[in-house]
């Protein structure tokens, strides 16, 4: 088989498995909804008309599990497609979306937000404007640093991620701290875990339009996020802006790891074994790779998210599942690469 074959026929696999994944979420949980049920909730969503289901049926269907699986969808992609970017960007494949620390800023955003007493809009509001002045922070510090010194704008811009997400984090500790421990404090907690619990529709169309302006740009640079991989000497060799795209990169990163975690929290680990993944089945060239991660990486929250809510009767925070699968599989991963080198 050649390889322009076996990449489509991984995409078939892929968005075959995503609608399968997106059906069966919306079927099962503490409400089971059955295959009839589904379909004659769908038809008269879309013709009119009354189903003969169970009562309350078309509210779990379509008010609480369907803006939940958009929610476990749109967030698990753009973290993949975060993660992927910047893994090129910092030709790293160890990188993840909060390398330059907004999930860091994004929390101490949403707990200050939360230690203040804010209505839940404002809260997420708060998450993701902390999560964009981070990065703008962090960038501002890198560019005034090698504006003065020989250094790698990229090794800069990494390192003092590190320190900024560092002094960030001692913000989310001093608040929790600070907290009301009875009242407070949990739902700080809670928070930080993440959860797509409480997503409607509102959220939604905030977030969705900020991810999708995100995806935007890096669709439209996908052949020069390629350049960027060789390195700056290369990428200007060949004519290309390396200043202006890397900040452009960035920037449409940050907005969609921004607006992700402020929608449903912290989740970890799908920014980074999601690419590296996907890498191993159609390889690095970016044209191929953010597509698939987005169509595995929302696949791979919504069955998260499904598996969180369905599993016990306590609803499991999804950062917990995701660093349980994320671990080993990444594990294996590095246990192949190098039997293979």
């Known amino acids: 088989m050649s390889t322009i074959q076996n990449t489509r026929l991984i995409y ?3 968005v075959v498995s995503a609608f399968a994944t997106g059906a069966v979420s919306l079927a099962i949980g503490q409400f089971p909804i059955s295959m009839s049920d589904f379909f ?3 038809r008269a969503a879309i013709v009119g ?8 049926a078309d509210i779990v269907l379509f008010d609480i599990r369907l803006p939940r699986m958009l929610a476990a969808f749109s967030v698990g992609a753009a973290l993949a497609a975060a993660g992927a970017t910047y893994q090129n960007l910092f030709r790293n494949p160890l990188v993840s979306p909060d390398i330059l620390g907004v999930s860091s800023g994004a929390a101490l955003g949403a707990v200050v937000g939360i230690f203040l007493g804010l209505p839940l809009l404002i809260i997420q509001l708060s998450a993701f404007a902390g999560g964009i002045a981070a990065v703008a922070l ?3 510090i890198a560019r005034a640093i090698d504006r003065h010194s020989a250094h790698n704008n990229v090794l800069t811009l990494v390192l003092i991620g590190v320190v900024v997400a560092s002094l960030l984090s001692a913000g989310v500790a001093l608040t929790k701290y600070l907290a009301d421990p009875y009242q407070q404090l949990p739902a700080i907690t809670y928070w930080l875990m993440g959860s797509f619990a409480s997503v409607s529709y509102k959220e939604l169309v905030v977030a969705l339009p900020l991810i999708a302006a995100g995806l935007l740009p890096l669709f439209l640079l996908r052949w020069r996020i390629n350049i960027l ?3 700056d000497d290369e990428a200007r060799a060949l004519g290309l802006n390396v200043t202006a795209t890397r900040l452009i990169v960035i920037l449409a990163a940050t907005l969609m790891t921004a607006s992700a975690v402020a929608l449903c929290g912290v989740i970890g680990w799908v920014g980074l074994i999601i690419p590296h993944a996907v890498r191993l ?3 690095a060239e970016f044209s191929r790779l953010l597509p698939l991660s987005i169509i595995i990486g929302g696949t791979f929250m919504l069955l998260v998210d499904t598996i969180c809510r369905s599993i ?4 499991i925070p999804p950062g ?4 349980l699968i994320g671990a080993p599989i990444f594990i294996s991963i590095m246990a192949s690469t190098f039997r293979q080198k």
């Open 12 to 14: 078939t696999v892929a």
């Open 138 to 140: 962090i960038y501002t």
């Open 281 to 283: 089945l159609v390889g």
């Open 40 to 42: 004659s909730l769908t």
């Open 320 to 323: 917990v599942v995701t660093a």
């Open 229 to 231: 991989s060789l390195g």
């Open 312 to 315: 016990a009767v306590v609803e």
């Open 49 to 56: 008309g009354v189903a003969d289901v169970p009562v309350n």
